[in-house]
């Protein structure tokens, strides 16, 4: 079950791209697990967000690309008030979410919202969706 | 004498918040602050843009910025570069902006550049919640405005994630903000304290994903609830959106679960101030409040 | 004018120090080149001067050559500056005749790839340091009467451990205290880790030592009022504070405190639970006698006849409503500083709730509540389930406390094992980041813990919460080993606070001049090797108010600082480093300007003219830049050696060079420069560091005539204010810039080339940044035309001062 991984160099130009796209210094991060009791949506996630942060540095991209915690993530910023190392794990999210989304890729399909939940939504809800998960 | 203040309103608060825009003009009026509304003002975006390579989200935030100038300098206001903003998502976005740009010369120098038909923005503006400006007036003023007995009802605050969050922006204490229990106050409300107030709501995540949306709803709620709130207030439409209609979906997963309803501060302020019942709105409250205030005798 | 043209013998040496400095530098060329300079009698290399044939060397060499200074091209004096100057001394050499060229952290280590410029350096700086040989003067240590009387502030353990060892070799301590019975935090303790022992069985004894000794006079509810003076002769003002109760009449049978109306929170079990407004601190208090809180005391409060029922049961007639504060001045030769620490107030993290959620407490509560569990009193029930939560306060950039409290992970350990074995059907679980089990034994008493059955959970907790329906709280953290949530509710939680500085400690560092280090704790004088000494003269430290630390660290420091204080008082003399300012009294024209730069009022009138005390007198420098008349200077730093080292430092420039001249104070940012050559990061080679005392002694005329001499940028690099030794350097070295600047911009010369920075000693790359970023900029600028360069010099004298020189 549990595999081996292998430790790369493409793992730490991963690692520098997000550091850089997020101007946060990741290697920072001493796991303490604050930001996951931080995190209103913790229970919808598979990767726990300390667990972000410790796959971050270890470049494993595919597996944080395909996770749903990057996407369920709400931005809410409570993961970087309460962090001791004054690390901001909404932007590194931000930042795993840029590389996919870059790549001209929605997340979230318009088309498939049913005219009566269009009608009810407010558009600001809409806006918001459209900024964090699609391109 | 007026305080005239140039007021962001967001697109969504001139339609389906229409209630949050029309309770607060009202209020506002008696207290002698008139909003006077930016003239051609662009949507903000909703949320803010976090990565470092990333100024053009930076624009539709900034343009605002330099309606501001132009209502100086037109005359609509004298001399007020304070921006007040309502809902909770634009205040964050608009204040983010605003202190990128005051702390980072190089891309103000950028956005004005790339702005080259519009005046140039020079950092005077301040953005401001309308809550700080009620602090600001003192609440004391607010409680001479009061005329309607409130006593008897029990009201939550609730302030999501954005009026809080990141502590640069926020408009009080991050861990153990007042101001609204302070409001409420002062308006003879008894505000519920209760942990749940600076839980995220789940914010966009209504849209793809309204069920995970409901349980945010479910606890915050709940929590209110068992805290003996009968009502909540909130500064946003967004988190008005996910705590009221996602109620629906709340009880979908928690049969047993009774959820109360959600105003608008300003709706409670128009309570209390006596503001025709017209100006405040309920309508558009998807769990509909007026039972709960006419029990109360506040409402006829 | 300003050499010296009598015969001198100057031995040069040049170190290859076992490759170290010859990989890069042609050390050969070196001490050749060094051959060439007049008065130089001797110059050779060699492979290490440390060692003891080295050293030995030179002995012989300056006996057999009646050498006169020694010049030694090597690693940084900072390094191994106290071993030559005891070998000069072993050959018979003053000391101070000794001069070393920093050629191993300033050129062979930073330009590591640039052989021959970091020849060409070595050869400059070697050079430099001839010039500043040949200016030395033979001197000797100074010295001054010093008495065996020590004050010892703060008698917590530190101050009690160190008190007991002065006293017992003989010294004779004041130890003041501002609580009404010594003892500290520890007093406090339950057990200690990691042998369980009883607190107040081991710190009763001492204190009762403390109480006894005829040596020690112990002056409890009292506070520091004022110090001034120096080492030998601190003048110190005391306050006694009034208890209201007269010591020697009262017996303590307890009377009193039966009457008293006035129930009081009881600080000593932190709030939980109560005492009257008379009482006795602690019940093995020392003294054990009584004291009145003042605010809560109805007579006290109101005057007249208000309640005053004590003093009406009294059978000694030992209480007093009149009695005032009290003044007492005493004179000591050496002070400990033992102010202790302060716990974290956990409400400045209102997500925990403490203060608010009654099931909430912090570790200095659960320390009482496990006190007076063994006496079978309890404070607080603490249920079936108790949480520990670690690093609360600690290690939090959040609240600007980035440091380890260094204990707490211990103190929870024994506290949980204790809470345990009071009901081993309890759960107890620690929330932990990292388990820090440092010391002896440590690590074995962690295991024990797991054992016992205290589990721990890997993970910081976010917030608290209280379930409404039972007043338990909800912890929910994620347990990052086995990467998923876990929530529960426990019947107590225990905040385990870190430790801070507290409100005494930064009082007396203002009153002595102390530094502070970045994490607000005393800075002591060298992390490694004087740890328990501070930059002023006289003063040491002791226990936690240096830093985070447990009981066996504390009472060894404090026997340490005991130790240091014994060492420097024991022979009846004080000897001190001539570094030391002095007014020249013939060119003195008694102005007075220079008495109030003095930060440490070392200069006073005495017949017209300014003279500065030895003793008292820092050697900051500070004081030169102020007199127009010229008239003061300093040993080892003086006027003319500085300007003799600016001189050699520019001589041998080619057209088409610049050089970047670098004044740095010792302390700091000579240090930081060492660091960066260590760290072999490369900066520019065109620089010259030139060492100061302080970045105040570098005077405008100084830095002006730097760049008459053909400096092309100069930099003044100096401790950051909060941990310099020399309290006005900053203020002056910015003052003495802005006097150059004038004058540059009046020359046509752009202000831009000299710059003033303050740093720590950490900022490596800032450094390199900053003189890498000059090298920049003299490429664009290019060098200074001699015209502007002669254009410094008219009417200098008035430029700086305003007045015109005769």
């Known amino acids: 079950m549990s595999k081996t991984v292998e430790i790369t160099k493409e793992a730490d130009q991963f690692l520098k791209k997000i550091e850089e796209l997020s101007g946060e210094k990741i290697t920072s991060c001493i796991q303490c697990g604050i930001c996951s009791g931080s995190c209103p949506m913790i229970n919808e996630m598979d990767l726990t967000p300390a667990q972000i942060m410790s796959k971050t540095q270890l470049g494993q991209e595919e597996e944080l690309l395909n996770s749903k915690s990057i996407w369920i993530c709400a931005s809410c910023f409570n993961c970087k008030v309460r962090c001791p190392r004054d690390l901001d794990l909404a932007k590194v999210a931000e930042a795993l979410r840029q590389v996919v989304l870059r790549k001209a890729v929605d997340k979230i399909n318009i088309d498939a919202i049913s005219p009566e939940e269009m009608m009810e939504l407010p558009q600001i809800a809409l806006v918001a969706a459209c900024r964090r998960l699609t391109n | ?300 | 004018m300003d050499e010296k043209k009598n015969k001198q013998r100057i031995g040069v040496y040049v170190c290859h120090c076992g490759g170290n400095i010859s990989e890069v530098v042609d050390v050969k060329k070196v001490a050749e080149e060094a051959s060439k300079i007049g008065d130089v009698v001797l110059s050779k290399d060699y492979p290490h001067m440390c060692s003891e044939l080295g050293q030995q060397m030179v002995i012989n060499d300056a006996k057999k050559n009646n050498l006169d200074k020694v010049v030694i091209a090597a690693c940084s004096p900072q390094f191994q500056g106290p071993t030559f100057m005891k070998t000069l001394e072993k050959a018979g050499l003053s000391p101070y005749v000794l001069e070393m060229a920093n050629i191993r952290e300033q050129a062979a280590w930073p330009h590591f790839n640039e052989h021959e410029k970091a020849t060409e350096k070595s050869i400059e700086l070697t050079k430099m340091a001839i010039e500043k040989a040949r200016r030395d003067e033979p001197l000797q240590k100074g010295e001054i009467e010093i008495g065996n009387r020590v004050l010892v502030i703060g008698g917590g353990i530190a101050g009690i451990q160190a008190s007991l060892d002065l006293a017992d070799a003989g010294f004779k301590v004041t130890l003041v205290e501002k609580e009404p019975s010594i003892g500290g935090k520890m007093a406090q303790l339950s057990r200690t880790f990691p042998t369980e022992d009883c607190a107040t069985c081991i710190l009763s004894p001492k204190m009762a030592a403390v109480g006894d000794h005829p040596n020690i006079d112990l002056k409890t509810y009292s506070e520091i009022e004022s110090i001034n003076g120096f080492l030998g002769n601190f003048k110190v003002k005391i306050k006694r504070k009034p208890r209201y109760v007269y010591e020697d009449k009262c017996v303590a049978c307890g009377l009193c405190e039966e009457k008293c109306p006035v129930k009081i929170e009881d600080k000593f079990n932190e709030g939980l639970s109560q005492t009257k407004a008379i009482h006795i601190q602690f019940d093995y208090a020392v003294p054990f006698k009584y004291y009145i809180e003042e605010s809560p005391c109805l007579r006290l409060q109101y005057g007249g006849n208000a309640c005053g029922l004590c003093q009406k049961v009294c059978p000694q007639d030992a209480i007093d409503f009149d009695m005032k504060p009290k003044y007492e001045d005493i004179t000591v030769d050496t002070i400990i500083v033992a102010t202790g620490f302060d716990i974290f107030d956990a409400r400045e993290k209102p997500e925990y709730g403490f203060g608010k959620l009654k099931n909430v407490i912090n570790g200095l509560q659960m320390e009482r509540i496990i006190v007076k569990a063994a006496e079978g009193v309890e404070l607080k029930q603490l249920g079936k389930k108790v949480a520990f939560i670690q690093c609360i306060g600690s290690r939090d950039k959040q609240i600007g406390r980035p440091y380890c409290s260094r204990i707490c992970c211990m103190y929870a350990i024994k506290q949980a094992s204790l809470v345990k074995k009071m009901d081993p059907s309890r759960d107890v679980y620690i929330f932990y980041i990292d388990i820090r089990a440092f010391g002896k034994s440590y690590e074995e008493y962690y295991n024990r813990a797991q054992e016992l059955g205290v589990k721990f959970i890997r993970g910081k907790v976010a917030e608290l919460m209280e379930n409404p329906d039972n007043g338990k709280v909800i912890v929910k953290a994620e347990d990052t080993l086995n990467r998923q949530m876990i929530q529960g509710e426990f019947d107590t939680v225990s905040l385990s606070v870190g430790v801070g500085p507290n409100a005494a400690t930064d009082k007396i560092v203002n009153m002595l001049k102390l530094a502070k280090s970045s994490d607000n704790f005393i800075q002591e004088a060298h992390p490694k090797f004087r740890p328990v000494d501070t930059l002023v003269p006289g003063v040491f430290l002791a226990g936690t108010a240096q830093g985070p630390k447990d009981i066996p660290d504390t009472v060894a420091q404090a026997s340490g600082a005991a130790a240091r204080a014994i060492a420097l008082m024991n022979q009846g003399k004080y000897f001190f480093d001539p570094m030391y300012a002095f007014v020249n009294s013939e060119k003195c024209d008694g102005c007075e300007l220079c008495i109030s730069s003095c930060p440490y009022g070392a200069i006073k009138m005495e017949n017209g003219k300014a003279v500065i005390n030895a003793a008292v007198c820092k050697g900051c420098g500070v004081c030169i830049g102020h007199c127009p008349q010229d008239a003061i200077d300093m040993n080892l730093y003086s006027n003319e050696q500085l300007i003799a080292e600016v001189k050699t430092a520019l001589e041998s420039k080619k057209e088409g060079e610049h050089r970047i001249i670098i004044f740095a104070d010792d302390m700091t940012s000579y240090r930081l420069i060492d660091s960066v050559g260590t760290a072999k990061m490369a900066y520019s080679s065109d620089s010259r560091i030139i060492r100061v005392p302080s970045g105040g002694r570098v005077t405008a005329d100084l830095i002006v005539k730097s760049f008459y001499y053909g400096a092309d940028a100069v930099i003044v690099a100096d401790a950051e204010e909060k941990s310099s030794p020399y309290s006005t350097s900053k203020t002056e070295m910015f003052r003495n810039i802005e006097i150059a600047k004038k004058i540059l911009t009046d020359a046509g010369i752009e202000t831009d080339r000299l710059l003033g920075m303050n740093f720590v000693t950490v900022m490596l790359v800032a450094f390199v940044k900053t003189v890498n970023k000059y090298d920049e900029m003299l490429n664009q600028l290019g060098t200074i035309s001699k015209e502007k360069r002669e254009k410094l010099m008219i009417n200098l004298r008035e430029k700086l001062f305003g007045v015109k020189h005769e």
């Open chain 2, 1 to 300: 004498m007026a305080m005239k203040l140039p007021y962001y309103p967001g697109c969504t608060l001139k339609t389906k918040a229409k209630n949050f825009e029309t309770s607060t003009l009202a209020v506002a009026k008696e207290l002698d602050i008139e909003l006077v509304e930016l003239p051609k003002w662009n949507c903000c975006g909703a949320v803010s843009s976090i990565v470092t390579d990333d100024l053009m989200h930076q624009l539709a935030p900034a343009r605002n910025f330099v309606r501001v100038l132009e209502m100086n300098k037109s005359g609509i206001v004298d001399n007020e570069y304070r921006l007040v903003a309502l809902c909770s998502m634009c205040y964050n976005t608009l204040k983010r902006t605003n202190l990128l740009l005051k702390n980072d010369h190089e891309k103000l120098k950028t956005i004005n550049d790339f702005m080259y038909l519009e005046e140039d923005y020079n950092n005077e503006v301040e953005v401001v919640h309308f809550l700080e400006i009620l602090r600001d007036i003192g609440f004391d003023k607010v409680k001479e405005k009061v005329k309607v007995d409130l006593s008897s009802l029990k009201i939550a605050p609730y302030y999501g994630c954005l009026l809080l969050r990141p502590k640069e922006i926020a408009i009080d204490n991050t861990e153990d903000p007042r101001i609204e229990s302070d409001l409420l106050d002062s308006l003879g409300v008894k505000p519920i304290d209760n942990p749940f107030k600076k839980m995220c709501c789940g914010a966009h995540q209504t849209v793809q994903d309204k069920y995970a949306v409901a349980r945010n709803t479910y606890t915050i709620v709940s929590g209110a609830i068992k805290a003996g709130a009968e009502a909540i207030i909130t500064s946003c439409p967004l988190c008005a959106f996910n705590l009221d209609n996602r109620q629906r979906e709340a009880k979908e997963l928690y049969p047993d679960f009774e959820g109360v309803p959600i105003l608008y501060f300003t709706q409670v302020m128009g309570l209390a101030f006596g503001v025709p019942e017209e100006e405040l709105g309920f309508d558009l409250n998807y769990n509909d409040p007026r039972p709960l205030l006419r029990e109360k005798n506040i409402l006829k």
